[in-house]
């Protein structure tokens, strides 16, 4: 009993520490935050040896090129191939989530190098999600495609402008992330395999939350530069007194 006991006490506290090693430099806020951060903690002891980060890159990158790649058979054959965006998400989701955490389990980290290559290729996956919505829709609702790319790009510039303002890198907005994006569009994915043309509503809704979301964020961002501004103007007065 007492050996079971400390077994699971072990267990747990291995646990916390892979948790607490694979969340550096990074502060999330998403509402999934708990079960995916679990959910990495499990996998990431798993990864053979022999697969990189860059390996885990390029996996997630295929996803979202699977995705893009639904779109276009949908569009010419049946809407029943929108079910491989979905399955692009997942793997986009292992490949993305999974590259940087693993390189700090390994301690091998290259935080500014995994930095650009991350937003290079998720602005990369925004474009081909958006286009392959484009292709996919007919007349007016095309423009909801490009409405996403800009929206969702929106969200990353305020991402790194926040990182410049408050030196903390955090790649939610509010309790949206990643991850919850790929949940809500792999959702008005299913929604369209079972209702045809459901998507241009729902698509439109999607981007009208990521302009809230975005408008929010901005002027949450504004106001933290503002006090930084304030609080550096202070600073320097204060050294010139000194002085």
């Not at 990864?47 to 990158?61: E, H, K, N, R, Y």
């Not at 989530?97 to 290079?120: M, Q, V």
């Not at 975005?214 to 002027?219: E, G, L």
């Amino acid at each position: 009993m007492r050996k079971t006991k400390k077994t699971q006490n072990q267990k747990k506290r291995e646990y916390f520490e892979i948790l607490n090693t694979i969340s550096k430099g990074r502060h999330r806020t998403n509402i999934l935050k708990k079960p995916e951060q679990s959910a990495l903690a499990y996998l990431v002891k798993r990864i053979p040896a022999w697969v990189s980060s860059d390996m885990l890159t390029f996996f997630g990158f295929c996803g979202s090129l699977l995705t893009a790649a639904s779109f276009v058979m949908a569009a010419y054959w049946s809407r029943l191939y929108l079910l491989l965006g979905i399955l692009g998400f997942i793997i986009n989701w292992f490949g993305d989530s999974l590259d940087g955490r693993l390189a700090y389990y390994r301690n091998k980290p290259r935080k500014w190098y995994g930095f650009s290559l991350d937003i290079t290729v998720d602005w990369l996956t925004t474009v081909l999600i958006g286009s392959g919505y484009s292709l996919y829709t007919e007349g007016f609702a095309k423009f909801f495609g490009l409405a996403f790319v800009v929206m969702y790009s929106w969200a990353m510039i305020t991402t790194l402008m926040r990182y410049k303002v408050t030196d903390q890198y955090s790649i939610d907005t509010g309790i949206l992330g990643p991850t919850e994006v790929r949940v809500v569009i792999s959702l008005i994915l299913l929604a369209e395999v079972f209702i045809k043309d459901s998507i241009v509503y729902t698509g439109a809704l999607a981007c009208v939350v990521l302009l809230v979301v975005n408008v929010i964020s901005t002027v949450e961002l504004l106001i933290v530069a503002d006090k930084r501004d304030k609080d550096e103007k202070e600073s320097n007065a204060g050294s010139k007194t000194e002085g």
